[in-house]
């Protein structure tokens, strides 16, 4: 099982989907000033907010664009290549780290969205996505996957790593973070602030448009066709505290000192509302 995943710069990936060829070719990457960038570590969101971001579009465009939802460093360099054929504005997604992303999306000052996750959800959701999908390898137990959570020992590297990574480098100017809980339990308001981010002015029905064609069990509906075979695999549950039927007292407070330690007092550590999420 340990050849699914590879190691680059430190951080590992699934090795059927990343190559070292293809992060090389991304280091050239042209960007557009009119990109959309959704940014995420795996399981927070991202085809949410994929769909979110091409239904917006869609409506706002009154175009029907392409529909990728898959992230800008799967498959081989020349599929790179066919981004430039694409027309604006393109909706582009990746898991990479902040280090990682190609220079071209700030030289271009291109609008970046981050979509964060409570680390306890996400873990779990992570956990059933890795039994799911044959690229990942299995798991026995929750406890061993746990371990390899919060070790780091898992594909785009440590959550908390990750998110101060992001921290550190945000820039209010081009860059909005926006949590899943939040869109979850304020969707036509987190549709909003979203579309106003993009200058994706919509008006209220407009916006429940968009609300209907991605609540979850609407983008469940339709996952066959936008994920074929894995699409039980990407839209499982979309709920809030699942953590809680998992985590022992034990690896709670575990990740409560990492919290603690990461990213207690900062600005998107604040965001995360931890004690709400994750107490
Ligand atoms: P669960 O495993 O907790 O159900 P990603 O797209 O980054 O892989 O994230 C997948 C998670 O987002 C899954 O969480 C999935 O169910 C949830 N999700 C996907 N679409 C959703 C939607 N429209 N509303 C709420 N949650 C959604």
Partial sequence: AEDLLMSYKGILYPSILCSVETFQALETFKARGDDLLVVTYPKNGTNWTIQILH????????????????????????????????????????????????????????????????????????Y???????????????DLFFNDFIDGKVSYGQYFEYVVDWEKNFNDETMMAILFEEMKEDFPSSLKKISEFFQLSLSEEQINLVASRTSFNSMKEKS???????????????????????????????????????????????????????K
């Fill in 55 to 126: 239904e917006m579009v869609s409506v706002f465009h009154n175009s029907d664009p392409l529909l990728d939802a898959t992230m800008i460093e799967f498959g081989d360099p020349e599929i790179l290549a066919g981004f430039e054929d694409r027309p604006s504005p393109r909706i582009i997604s990746t898991h990479l780290n902040f280090k990682n992303i190609p220079k071209s999306f700030f030289q271009k000052k291109v609008k970046i969205l981050l979509v964060l996750r409570n680390p306890k959800d996400t873990a779990v959701s992570f």
């Fill in 128 to 142: 059933h996505f890795y039994n799911s999908l044959p690229a990942l390898p299995s798991y026995t137990s929750w």
């Fill in 224 to 278: 066959d066709n936008t994920h074929g075979k894995l699409g039980d695999s990407f839209f499982r549950k979309g709920e809030i505290g699942d953590w809680k039927n998992y985590f022992t007292e034990e690896q709670s407070k575990v990740v409560d000192a990492m919290f603690q330690k990461y990213l207690a007092g900062t600005k998107l550590g604040n965001m995360l509302n931890y004690d709400k999420y994750c």
